[in-house]
């Protein structure tokens, strides 16, 4: 199996404190791989590490096979990045910052430019100044400016910040496009929890600096636990149907309208019917899994000491 990045008990201290502590991590070639964290977790500042922008204090990181040295940039042509705010020289145009990033880049192609900005649905912004831009503007503008010389390994730090909902289902399908038909590897952050389950193919969870789960979404997935979500206005009297009449044990009562029955081996229907013939209305019942939203905000809460 080939991996585009492998880190090594990676640290990163600021003023006497691990901000980033001991984190190993796996990015196989041609994954997605989300990221996924609470504010201050250490995401950014591993991707910061990644492109050599800041040094690890200890620990190693491997990337397109070779060791990342403090003197090591070759590598960044092989990569497209766009980290925490979107900064650019404000009193130049779109293109022209464009054109500026690609001459750093020694990658000399005016068409690619023009593309990006099609892929992203900035077609007529050439000539206007990123000053003017609202934020999911900038935002666009930025991976515009990631993907342009069509990298092997892109990192993306929040990239649908700031977009409305059309502007973030273009952007789903623009990473899955990178990485289906150009065979991008991509590293992606988001706290839009549900965008990253419907792209992933790996979730790495960090909280407080250390990795504490990194897992296949499939494996994910099929951890999962499926349920029957019960909406009811008797909320107390459906309670004492399920576990006198049916004999169910395994359920919790979410809130005063919303039931979870996790023993999915009574039938949704002998269910209903029993609910009904109890005089118990029904607002709604349907069978569910647990999203990776919930899995993450579990995942978070138990591995806080004392919970």
Do not use: W
Request: net charge neutral.
């Amino acid at each position: 199996m080939s991996y585009v990045v492998q880190t090594s008990n990676l640290t990163k201290t600021f003023q006497g404190q691990d901000v980033v502590s001991n984190v190993t991590m796996n990015i196989r070639q041609g994954e997605i791989y989300g990221f996924l964290g609470p504010n201050g977790a250490g995401k950014s500042t591993i991707m910061k590490m990644l492109t050599n922008m800041i040094k690890p204090s200890h620990g190693e990181i491997t990337i397109f096979g070779k060791p990342l040295k403090h003197d090591s940039f070759n590598f960044l042509k092989r990569i497209g990045s766009m980290i925490e705010y979107p900064i650019f020289y404000e009193k130049m145009t779109a293109l022209e910052n464009l054109e500026l990033h690609c001459a750093y880049m020694g990658y000399h192609n005016k068409q690619a430019i023009r593309d990006a900005l099609d892929k992203v649905s900035l077609e007529n912004v050439e000539n206007k100044l990123p000053k003017n831009f609202s934020l999911g503007m900038r935002q666009r503008l930025c991976v515009a400016r990631a993907i342009i010389t069509k990298p092997e390994f892109l990192i993306l730090d929040e990239p649908i910040n700031g977009l409305d909902p059309a502007g973030i289902k273009a952007m789903r399908k623009l990473f899955k496009m990178l990485n289906k038909e150009y065979g991008m590897t991509i590293l992606i952050s988001s706290h839009i929890i549900g965008e990253i389950e419907q792209i992933a193919d790996t979730i790495g969870v960090i909280k407080n600096g250390k990795l504490i789960e990194e897992e296949s979404m499939d494996t994910i997935k099929a951890r999962n636990t499926e349920y029957i979500e019960l909406v009811t206005s008797h909320q107390k009297k459906a309670a004492m149907v399920l576990h006198d009449k049916l004999g169910i044990h395994n359920f919790k009562v979410v809130d005063d309208q919303i039931i979870r029955v996790y023993a999915t081996d009574v039938p949704q229907s002998t269910i209903s019917k029993t609910l009904i013939l109890e005089d118990i209305s029904i607002e709604s019942i349907d069978r569910k899994r647990t999203t990776l939203e919930e899995y993450f905000i579990k995942k978070v809460e138990l591995d806080q000491p004392g919970i």
